[in-house]
Protein backbone atom coordinates (compact mmCIF):
# COMPACT_ATOMS: atom_id res chain seq x y z
CA UNK A 1 0.00 0.00 0.00
CA UNK A 2 2.55 2.28 1.05
CA UNK A 3 4.68 1.44 -2.52
CA UNK A 4 1.35 2.58 -4.20
CA UNK A 5 0.93 5.88 -2.69
CA UNK A 6 4.21 6.77 -3.48
CA UNK A 7 4.15 5.91 -6.95
CA UNK A 8 0.52 7.68 -6.91
CA UNK A 9 2.18 10.90 -5.83
CA UNK A 10 4.85 10.08 -8.68
CA UNK A 11 2.09 10.11 -11.05
CA UNK A 12 0.36 12.98 -9.55
CA UNK A 13 3.31 14.89 -9.88
CA UNK A 14 4.28 14.16 -13.31
CA UNK A 15 0.42 14.91 -14.38
CA UNK A 16 0.53 18.36 -12.66
CA UNK A 17 4.16 19.52 -13.65
CA UNK A 18 3.63 21.18 -17.31
CA UNK A 19 0.57 23.46 -16.27
CA UNK A 20 0.18 26.82 -15.89
CA UNK A 21 0.81 27.99 -12.47
CA UNK A 22 -2.75 29.30 -12.84
CA UNK A 23 -4.63 26.30 -12.79
CA UNK A 24 -2.84 24.85 -10.61
CA UNK A 25 -3.56 27.80 -8.46
CA UNK A 26 -6.52 28.75 -8.98
CA UNK A 27 -8.25 24.56 -9.70
CA UNK A 28 -5.91 22.25 -7.73
CA UNK A 29 -5.10 24.13 -4.59
CA UNK A 30 -8.69 25.27 -3.56
CA UNK A 31 -9.67 21.14 -4.19
CA UNK A 32 -6.53 20.01 -2.02
CA UNK A 33 -7.78 22.11 0.61
CA UNK A 34 -11.20 21.19 1.31
CA UNK A 35 -10.73 17.34 0.47
CA UNK A 36 -10.62 15.01 3.35
CA UNK A 37 -7.43 13.75 4.93
CA UNK A 38 -7.29 10.35 2.56
CA UNK A 39 -7.90 12.74 -0.80
CA UNK A 40 -4.77 15.01 0.21
CA UNK A 41 -2.65 12.31 0.87
CA UNK A 42 -3.23 10.88 -2.61
CA UNK A 43 -2.60 14.43 -4.51
CA UNK A 44 0.24 15.18 -2.49
CA UNK A 45 2.35 15.20 -5.22
CA UNK A 46 0.12 18.63 -6.19
CA UNK A 47 2.85 20.13 -3.21
CA UNK A 48 5.88 18.98 -5.28
CA UNK A 49 4.69 20.03 -8.98
CA UNK A 50 3.50 23.81 -7.68
CA UNK A 51 6.41 24.09 -6.09
CA UNK A 52 9.06 23.23 -9.21
CA UNK A 53 6.08 25.14 -11.51
CA UNK A 54 6.56 28.82 -9.59
CA UNK A 55 10.28 28.62 -9.43
CA UNK A 56 10.03 27.89 -13.29
CA UNK A 57 7.17 29.61 -14.72
CA UNK A 58 5.73 32.26 -11.76
CA UNK A 59 6.18 36.23 -11.29
CA UNK A 60 7.19 37.28 -8.23
CA UNK A 61 3.99 37.72 -6.54
CA UNK A 62 2.57 34.29 -7.75
CA UNK A 63 5.84 32.91 -5.87
CA UNK A 64 4.90 34.69 -2.74
CA UNK A 65 1.39 33.13 -2.71
CA UNK A 66 2.65 29.94 -3.28
CA UNK A 67 5.50 30.28 -0.43
CA UNK A 68 2.70 31.47 1.83
CA UNK A 69 0.89 28.50 1.10
CA UNK A 70 3.05 26.04 1.66
CA UNK A 71 4.04 27.77 5.11
CA UNK A 72 0.29 26.99 5.88
CA UNK A 73 0.84 23.32 5.09
CA UNK A 74 3.79 22.97 7.71
CA UNK A 75 1.02 23.06 10.52
CA UNK A 76 -0.91 20.17 8.59
CA UNK A 77 -1.72 16.87 10.89
CA UNK A 78 -0.36 14.49 8.29
CA UNK A 79 3.50 14.31 8.45
CA UNK A 80 3.72 13.37 4.74
CA UNK A 81 2.27 17.00 3.76
CA UNK A 82 4.46 18.58 6.30
CA UNK A 83 7.46 16.80 4.59
CA UNK A 84 6.08 17.53 1.02
CA UNK A 85 5.88 21.52 1.43
CA UNK A 86 9.40 21.70 3.33
CA UNK A 87 11.15 20.14 0.66
CA UNK A 88 9.26 22.21 -1.30
CA UNK A 89 9.41 25.83 0.45
CA UNK A 90 13.66 26.05 -0.20
CA UNK A 91 13.60 26.22 -4.17
CA UNK A 92 11.18 29.70 -3.53
CA UNK A 93 13.51 31.13 -1.23
CA UNK A 94 13.19 31.44 2.48
CA UNK A 95 11.24 34.31 4.53
CA UNK A 96 11.32 34.92 8.29
CA UNK A 97 7.81 33.51 7.99
CA UNK A 98 8.58 30.45 6.81
CA UNK A 99 11.27 30.22 8.89
CA UNK A 100 9.11 30.66 11.79
CA UNK A 101 6.85 28.01 10.98
CA UNK A 102 9.21 25.32 10.18
CA UNK A 103 10.97 26.58 13.80
CA UNK A 104 7.72 25.85 15.65
CA UNK A 105 7.85 22.22 14.17
CA UNK A 106 11.33 21.62 16.32
CA UNK A 107 8.85 22.44 19.57
CA UNK A 108 6.60 19.52 18.81
CA UNK A 109 7.32 15.40 19.13
CA UNK A 110 9.03 14.59 15.98
CA UNK A 111 10.95 11.28 14.69
CA UNK A 112 13.94 10.79 13.47
CA UNK A 113 13.22 11.14 10.06
CA UNK A 114 10.95 14.55 10.27
CA UNK A 115 14.29 15.90 12.70
CA UNK A 116 16.29 15.10 9.40
CA UNK A 117 13.95 16.75 7.09
CA UNK A 118 13.91 20.04 9.23
CA UNK A 119 17.28 19.97 8.86
CA UNK A 120 17.32 20.18 5.62
CA UNK A 121 15.17 23.20 5.35
CA UNK A 122 16.45 24.87 7.52
CA UNK A 123 20.20 24.38 5.87
CA UNK A 124 18.70 26.22 2.86
CA UNK A 125 16.21 29.18 4.52
CA UNK A 126 17.43 29.40 8.20
CA UNK A 127 19.08 32.40 9.69
CA UNK A 128 19.94 33.82 12.96
CA UNK A 129 16.33 32.97 14.20
CA UNK A 130 17.43 29.62 13.73
CA UNK A 131 20.68 29.67 15.30
CA UNK A 132 19.09 31.28 18.31
CA UNK A 133 16.43 28.25 18.16
CA UNK A 134 19.24 25.74 18.05
CA UNK A 135 21.66 27.29 20.58
CA UNK A 136 18.67 27.48 22.89
CA UNK A 137 17.21 23.67 22.58
CA UNK A 138 21.01 22.74 23.26
CA UNK A 139 20.35 19.38 21.16
CA UNK A 140 23.46 17.14 20.37
CA UNK A 141 22.57 15.01 17.94
CA UNK A 142 24.23 15.56 14.34
CA UNK A 143 22.22 16.21 12.18
CA UNK A 144 20.85 19.73 13.83
CA UNK A 145 24.56 20.06 14.68
CA UNK A 146 25.34 20.21 10.94
CA UNK A 147 22.03 22.50 9.95
CA UNK A 148 24.30 25.14 12.67
CA UNK A 149 27.34 24.62 11.12
CA UNK A 150 25.87 25.59 7.36
CA UNK A 151 23.79 28.42 8.63
CA UNK A 152 26.89 29.84 10.19
CA UNK A 153 29.06 29.00 6.68
CA UNK A 154 26.05 30.63 4.62
CA UNK A 155 25.82 33.99 6.97
CA UNK A 156 30.00 34.13 7.31
CA UNK A 157 30.10 34.24 3.02
CA UNK A 158 27.48 36.79 3.10
CA UNK A 159 29.43 38.97 5.50
CA UNK A 160 32.80 38.70 5.31
CA UNK A 161 34.55 36.28 2.43
CA UNK A 162 37.10 34.91 4.35
CA UNK A 163 40.93 35.09 2.67
CA UNK A 164 44.51 33.86 3.80
CA UNK A 165 46.59 36.10 5.52
CA UNK A 166 49.96 35.47 3.42
CA UNK A 167 52.25 38.19 5.49
CA UNK A 168 50.71 37.23 9.06
CA UNK A 169 53.86 35.90 11.14
CA UNK A 170 53.65 32.34 12.58
CA UNK A 171 55.82 33.10 15.70
CA UNK A 172 54.95 29.77 17.86
CA UNK A 173 57.34 27.50 15.62
CA UNK A 174 58.71 24.93 18.22
CA UNK A 175 56.74 21.94 18.26
CA UNK A 176 54.84 22.98 14.41
CA UNK A 177 55.76 20.83 11.57
CA UNK A 178 55.24 21.64 8.16
CA UNK A 179 54.65 19.20 5.19
CA UNK A 180 55.83 20.81 1.99
CA UNK A 181 52.94 18.78 -0.56
CA UNK A 182 53.60 18.19 -4.28
CA UNK A 183 53.30 15.46 -6.52
CA UNK A 184 55.11 12.48 -6.74
CA UNK A 185 58.34 12.09 -8.01
CA UNK A 186 58.83 16.12 -7.34
CA UNK A 187 59.76 16.03 -3.79
CA UNK A 188 63.79 16.16 -4.90
CA UNK A 189 62.78 19.25 -6.73
CA UNK A 190 61.20 21.22 -4.06
CA UNK A 191 64.17 19.71 -1.82
CA UNK A 192 66.79 21.37 -3.98
CA UNK A 193 64.70 24.35 -4.48
CA UNK A 194 64.67 25.31 -0.35
CA UNK A 195 68.04 23.90 -0.02
CA UNK A 196 69.44 26.94 -3.05
CA UNK A 197 67.71 29.61 -1.40
CA UNK A 198 69.55 31.53 0.46
CA UNK A 199 67.31 33.10 3.45
CA UNK A 200 64.75 29.91 3.46
CA UNK A 201 67.55 27.59 3.37
CA UNK A 202 68.54 29.02 7.06
CA UNK A 203 65.38 29.08 8.83
CA UNK A 204 63.74 26.00 8.04
CA UNK A 205 65.18 22.22 8.47
CA UNK A 206 64.09 19.22 6.47
CA UNK A 207 63.49 16.71 8.72
CA UNK A 208 62.69 13.74 6.14
CA UNK A 209 61.93 13.15 2.40
CA UNK A 210 58.92 10.81 1.27
CA UNK A 211 56.84 10.13 -1.81
CA UNK A 212 55.01 13.74 -2.76
CA UNK A 213 56.12 15.49 0.30
CA UNK A 214 59.41 17.55 2.33
CA UNK A 215 58.61 17.67 6.25
CA UNK A 216 59.90 21.00 8.14
CA UNK A 217 60.89 22.19 11.08
CA UNK A 218 61.18 26.28 11.67
CA UNK A 219 63.87 28.02 13.69
CA UNK A 220 61.76 30.82 13.99
CA UNK A 221 59.17 33.30 13.07
CA UNK A 222 57.96 32.76 9.35
CA UNK A 223 55.21 33.68 7.16
CA UNK A 224 52.96 32.11 4.33
CA UNK A 225 54.69 34.57 2.01
CA UNK A 226 58.38 33.34 2.49
CA UNK A 227 56.98 29.16 1.68
CA UNK A 228 55.52 30.46 -1.34
CA UNK A 229 58.51 32.03 -2.63
CA UNK A 230 59.52 28.44 -3.80
CA UNK A 231 57.50 27.78 -7.12
CA UNK A 232 58.31 23.87 -7.21
CA UNK A 233 55.81 23.15 -4.15
CA UNK A 234 52.07 22.12 -4.15
CA UNK A 235 50.81 23.27 -0.99
CA UNK A 236 52.26 24.23 2.75
CA UNK A 237 50.29 22.61 5.01
CA UNK A 238 50.59 22.53 9.15
CA UNK A 239 50.40 18.63 10.41
CA UNK A 240 47.91 18.98 13.19
CA UNK A 241 48.49 15.80 14.79
CA UNK A 242 48.33 11.96 13.58
CA UNK A 243 45.92 9.06 14.18
CA UNK A 244 47.44 5.85 15.06
CA UNK A 245 46.31 2.54 12.62
CA UNK A 246 45.13 1.06 15.75
CA UNK A 247 42.49 3.94 17.07
CA UNK A 248 39.85 2.93 18.30
CA UNK A 249 37.86 5.23 17.96
CA UNK A 250 38.74 7.17 14.71
CA UNK A 251 36.25 9.59 14.38
CA UNK A 252 36.65 11.15 17.97
CA UNK A 253 40.56 11.23 17.67
CA UNK A 254 40.53 12.95 14.22
CA UNK A 255 37.59 15.15 15.59
CA UNK A 256 39.81 16.04 18.33
CA UNK A 257 42.76 16.94 16.12
CA UNK A 258 40.66 19.26 14.15
CA UNK A 259 39.59 21.13 16.96
CA UNK A 260 42.48 21.17 18.71
CA UNK A 261 44.15 24.08 19.82
CA UNK A 262 46.69 24.15 16.98
CA UNK A 263 44.27 24.54 14.36
CA UNK A 264 42.49 26.91 16.34
CA UNK A 265 45.33 29.22 16.68
CA UNK A 266 46.66 29.05 12.92
CA UNK A 267 43.26 29.52 12.05
CA UNK A 268 43.18 33.03 13.93
CA UNK A 269 46.75 34.00 13.22
CA UNK A 270 46.31 33.28 9.24
CA UNK A 271 42.25 33.56 8.72
CA UNK A 272 40.86 36.79 7.84
CA UNK A 273 36.84 36.58 8.00
CA UNK A 274 35.39 33.41 9.82
CA UNK A 275 37.99 30.01 9.69
CA UNK A 276 36.11 27.79 7.54
CA UNK A 277 37.79 24.33 6.36
CA UNK A 278 36.20 21.72 4.06
CA UNK A 279 37.50 17.64 4.90
CA UNK A 280 39.02 16.17 2.56
CA UNK A 281 40.42 12.45 2.65
CA UNK A 282 43.49 11.97 0.39
CA UNK A 283 44.17 8.44 -1.73
CA UNK A 284 41.79 6.93 0.13
CA UNK A 285 37.52 6.85 -0.05
CA UNK A 286 35.65 7.49 2.73
CA UNK A 287 31.99 7.33 3.08
CA UNK A 288 30.38 10.88 3.30
CA UNK A 289 28.58 10.04 5.86
CA UNK A 290 32.01 9.65 7.84
CA UNK A 291 33.36 12.44 6.30
CA UNK A 292 30.21 14.41 7.68
CA UNK A 293 30.32 12.57 10.94
CA UNK A 294 33.56 13.86 11.94
CA UNK A 295 32.99 17.12 10.99
CA UNK A 296 29.87 17.00 13.42
CA UNK A 297 31.90 15.91 16.06
CA UNK A 298 34.40 18.59 15.50
CA UNK A 299 32.20 21.27 15.98
CA UNK A 300 30.94 20.15 18.87
CA UNK A 301 33.81 20.30 20.45
CA UNK A 302 34.92 24.13 18.41
CA UNK A 303 31.87 25.92 17.51
CA UNK A 304 34.06 28.40 16.18
CA UNK A 305 35.67 25.99 13.54
CA UNK A 306 32.99 25.38 10.52
CA UNK A 307 32.80 22.65 8.08
CA UNK A 308 32.03 24.27 4.76
CA UNK A 309 32.65 23.02 1.38
CA UNK A 310 31.70 25.85 -0.74
CA UNK A 311 34.63 28.84 -0.64
CA UNK A 312 36.43 27.34 1.97
CA UNK A 313 39.46 29.20 2.95
CA UNK A 314 41.15 26.64 4.45
CA UNK A 315 41.14 22.68 3.82
CA UNK A 316 41.68 19.47 6.35
CA UNK A 317 43.47 16.96 4.30
CA UNK A 318 44.27 13.46 5.99
CA UNK A 319 46.79 11.63 4.15
CA UNK A 320 47.90 7.84 5.07
CA UNK A 321 51.09 7.44 6.32
CA UNK A 322 53.03 4.53 7.84
CA UNK A 323 52.53 5.32 11.28
CA UNK A 324 48.72 5.95 10.66
CA UNK A 325 47.19 8.92 9.27
CA UNK A 326 48.34 12.42 9.19
CA UNK A 327 45.99 15.33 9.70
CA UNK A 328 47.03 18.64 8.09
CA UNK A 329 45.88 22.16 7.59
CA UNK A 330 46.52 23.32 4.17
CA UNK A 331 45.34 26.95 2.98
CA UNK A 332 43.43 26.85 -0.02
CA UNK A 333 44.98 30.12 -1.75
CA UNK A 334 42.96 30.69 -5.29
CA UNK A 335 44.01 32.17 -7.33
CA UNK A 336 48.15 30.94 -6.82
CA UNK A 337 49.68 34.27 -6.46
CA UNK A 338 52.51 32.56 -7.48
CA UNK A 339 51.46 31.78 -11.05
CA UNK A 340 49.05 34.87 -11.58
CA UNK A 341 50.20 35.10 -14.82
CA UNK A 342 48.17 32.19 -15.77
CA UNK A 343 45.50 33.98 -17.13
CA UNK A 344 44.42 31.47 -19.14
CA UNK A 345 45.20 28.08 -20.20
CA UNK A 346 44.81 25.17 -22.89
CA UNK A 347 43.92 21.62 -22.60
CA UNK A 348 46.37 19.15 -21.28
CA UNK A 349 48.69 22.04 -19.83
CA UNK A 350 51.62 21.59 -18.06
CA UNK A 351 51.02 21.44 -13.69
CA UNK A 352 52.28 25.02 -12.69
CA UNK A 353 54.96 24.09 -10.38
CA UNK A 354 56.00 21.13 -12.69
CA UNK A 355 56.85 23.84 -15.11
CA UNK A 356 59.19 25.74 -12.68
CA UNK A 357 60.70 22.40 -11.77
CA UNK A 358 61.97 21.78 -15.75
CA UNK A 359 63.08 25.33 -15.74
CA UNK A 360 65.07 24.53 -12.67
CA UNK A 361 66.48 21.39 -14.06
CA UNK A 362 67.11 23.15 -17.33
CA UNK A 363 69.47 25.48 -15.39
CA UNK A 364 70.78 29.01 -16.63
CA UNK A 365 73.37 30.01 -19.21
CA UNK A 366 74.59 32.87 -20.90
CA UNK A 367 73.34 34.25 -24.04
CA UNK A 368 70.06 31.77 -24.02
CA UNK A 369 68.60 31.03 -26.52
CA UNK A 370 65.26 28.66 -25.53
CA UNK A 371 62.70 27.13 -28.04
CA UNK A 372 59.55 25.48 -26.64
CA UNK A 373 58.11 23.75 -29.63
CA UNK A 374 54.62 23.31 -28.00
CA UNK A 375 54.49 25.86 -26.41
CA UNK A 376 50.97 25.28 -25.53
CA UNK A 377 50.36 28.04 -22.57
CA UNK A 378 53.55 28.79 -22.37
CA UNK A 379 54.44 27.75 -18.34
CA UNK A 380 57.77 26.26 -18.88
CA UNK A 381 59.46 29.18 -21.32
CA UNK A 382 57.70 31.54 -18.49
CA UNK A 383 59.07 30.20 -15.73
CA UNK A 384 62.29 30.11 -17.31
CA UNK A 385 62.51 33.36 -18.00
CA UNK A 386 61.48 34.07 -14.33
CA UNK A 387 64.38 32.38 -13.18
CA UNK A 388 66.95 34.72 -14.73
CA UNK A 389 67.36 37.18 -18.23
CA UNK A 390 67.02 35.36 -22.10
CA UNK A 391 68.48 36.55 -24.66
CA UNK A 392 66.06 34.87 -27.25
CA UNK A 393 62.86 33.30 -26.35
CA UNK A 394 60.99 31.05 -29.49
CA UNK A 395 57.43 29.43 -29.02
CA UNK A 396 55.59 27.44 -31.44
CA UNK A 397 52.47 25.20 -31.53
CA UNK A 398 50.53 23.93 -34.35
CA UNK A 399 47.15 25.02 -32.68
CA UNK A 400 46.54 28.89 -32.86
CA UNK A 401 44.23 28.97 -30.33
CA UNK A 402 47.15 28.22 -27.86
CA UNK A 403 49.67 30.71 -29.47
CA UNK A 404 47.49 33.34 -28.56
CA UNK A 405 47.03 31.85 -25.21
CA UNK A 406 51.10 31.48 -24.51
CA UNK A 407 50.87 35.40 -25.74
CA UNK A 408 47.97 36.63 -23.52
CA UNK A 409 50.19 34.42 -20.66
CA UNK A 410 53.17 36.29 -21.74
CA UNK A 411 51.80 39.58 -21.20
CA UNK A 412 50.40 39.07 -17.79
CA UNK A 413 54.09 37.81 -16.40
CA UNK A 414 55.52 41.14 -18.27
CA UNK A 415 57.74 38.85 -20.21
CA UNK A 416 56.59 40.05 -23.61
CA UNK A 417 59.25 42.09 -25.45
CA UNK A 418 61.55 42.20 -28.22
CA UNK A 419 63.62 39.06 -27.30
CA UNK A 420 60.09 36.80 -27.53
CA UNK A 421 58.69 35.67 -30.62
CA UNK A 422 55.37 33.45 -31.44
CA UNK A 423 54.66 31.34 -34.00
CA UNK A 424 52.12 29.16 -34.99
CA UNK A 425 53.04 25.53 -37.17
CA UNK A 426 54.07 21.85 -37.06
CA UNK A 427 57.83 21.60 -34.92
CA UNK A 428 58.74 19.09 -38.24
CA UNK A 429 59.15 22.26 -40.43
CA UNK A 430 61.00 24.82 -37.72
CA UNK A 431 63.39 26.36 -40.22
CA UNK A 432 60.00 27.94 -42.35
CA UNK A 433 57.85 28.18 -39.40
CA UNK A 434 60.42 30.06 -36.87
CA UNK A 435 63.64 30.54 -38.80
CA UNK A 436 65.56 28.24 -36.20
CA UNK A 437 69.17 27.37 -37.55
CA UNK A 438 70.69 24.51 -37.05
CA UNK A 439 73.06 24.40 -34.01
CA UNK A 440 71.39 28.03 -32.78
CA UNK A 441 69.77 26.75 -29.70
CA UNK A 442 71.38 26.89 -26.27
CA UNK A 443 68.37 24.94 -24.45
CA UNK A 444 64.91 23.31 -25.48
CA UNK A 445 62.15 23.31 -22.94
CA UNK A 446 58.54 21.41 -23.65
CA UNK A 447 55.91 19.44 -22.69
CA UNK A 448 55.27 17.89 -26.01
CA UNK A 449 51.44 15.95 -26.77
CA UNK A 450 51.74 12.70 -24.61
CA UNK A 451 48.97 10.93 -26.57
CA UNK A 452 46.58 10.78 -23.22
CA UNK A 453 44.19 13.50 -23.31
CA UNK A 454 45.36 14.65 -26.92
CA UNK A 455 45.19 12.21 -29.06
CA UNK A 456 48.37 11.14 -31.34
CA UNK A 457 48.48 8.52 -34.10
CA UNK A 458 51.61 7.65 -34.31
CA UNK A 459 53.45 8.90 -30.56
CA UNK A 460 56.75 7.14 -30.99
CA UNK A 461 57.47 8.37 -34.24
CA UNK A 462 56.88 12.11 -32.90
CA UNK A 463 58.97 11.61 -30.01
CA UNK A 464 61.84 10.09 -32.49
CA UNK A 465 61.74 12.94 -34.25
CA UNK A 466 61.29 15.74 -31.77
CA UNK A 467 65.05 13.87 -30.45
CA UNK A 468 66.51 14.11 -34.06
CA UNK A 469 65.50 17.57 -34.07
CA UNK A 470 66.56 18.82 -31.02
CA UNK A 471 69.84 16.78 -32.03
CA UNK A 472 69.81 19.11 -35.07
CA UNK A 473 69.16 22.19 -33.91
CA UNK A 474 71.04 22.13 -30.13
CA UNK A 475 74.59 23.92 -30.48
CA UNK A 476 77.66 21.48 -28.63
CA UNK A 477 76.54 21.71 -24.69
CA UNK A 478 72.87 22.97 -25.49
CA UNK A 479 70.26 21.10 -23.34
CA UNK A 480 66.57 19.06 -24.04
CA UNK A 481 64.37 19.38 -21.16
CA UNK A 482 61.07 17.77 -22.11
CA UNK A 483 58.44 15.26 -20.39
CA UNK A 484 58.73 11.93 -22.28
CA UNK A 485 55.56 9.98 -21.90
CA UNK A 486 57.58 6.84 -23.60
CA UNK A 487 60.23 4.59 -22.47
CA UNK A 488 62.00 5.85 -25.57
CA UNK A 489 65.89 7.26 -25.54
CA UNK A 490 67.30 9.64 -27.88
CA UNK A 491 67.87 8.08 -31.09
CA UNK A 492 70.81 10.31 -32.13
CA UNK A 493 74.11 9.36 -29.90
CA UNK A 494 75.17 12.91 -29.97
CA UNK A 495 72.40 13.55 -27.16
CA UNK A 496 72.99 12.01 -23.87
CA UNK A 497 71.27 11.37 -20.72
CA UNK A 498 72.03 13.90 -17.55
CA UNK A 499 68.80 13.62 -15.73
CA UNK A 500 65.71 11.56 -15.03
CA UNK A 501 63.13 11.66 -12.94
CA UNK A 502 59.90 9.76 -12.48
CA UNK A 503 56.73 12.07 -12.19
CA UNK A 504 53.09 11.97 -11.60
CA UNK A 505 51.27 13.83 -14.06
CA UNK A 506 47.84 13.41 -12.18
CA UNK A 507 47.12 9.84 -12.62
CA UNK A 508 50.24 8.55 -14.72
CA UNK A 509 53.88 8.10 -14.74
CA UNK A 510 56.31 10.02 -17.21
CA UNK A 511 59.68 10.67 -16.91
CA UNK A 512 61.18 13.97 -17.12
CA UNK A 513 64.44 13.81 -18.92
CA UNK A 514 67.48 16.29 -19.33
CA UNK A 515 69.96 15.61 -22.38
CA UNK A 516 72.98 17.43 -23.02
CA UNK A 517 74.18 17.58 -26.91
CA UNK A 518 78.09 16.14 -27.46
Known amino acids: MKKHTVNLAKEVYKQLRNEPWESLWEREVPLFDVGTAEERLARVGLIRAIGVVALEKATLEQRQLTRQWLTTLLQDPEEKIRRYAMNALPKLGGSEESEKAVLQLLD ?18 GGEATLEKLEALHDNTDTLHQTEQKIKAQLARKEQPASIRLKAKIKETKKLRIHLRTRRGMEGFVRDELNAHPKLSKRFKIVRTSPACVALSAS ?20 LGVVAKDEAKHTQAVASIIASSLTQRLCKILTEGQARYRLQFMRSKVPPRKVQAIANEAFALCPDLLNDPRQSPWAIEVYPEKVGQSVELRPRILPDPRFAYRVDDVPASTHPPLAAAMARMAGVEDEEVVWDPFCGSGLELIERGLLDKVQSIIASDIDINATEIAAANFAAAGEISESISIHCGDFKEYRKVTQIEPKSLSLILANPPLGRRVRIDDLKALISEFFEIAAITLRPGGRLVFINPLKLDSPDARLKLSERHLVDL ?7 EKWIKS
Not at 506 to 512: A, I, M, P, T
Open 108 to 125: QPTNKREVKNLSRTLDKI
Open 506 to 512: GGFDCRV
Open 220 to 239: GAFTLAELYQLRTLGSVNFV
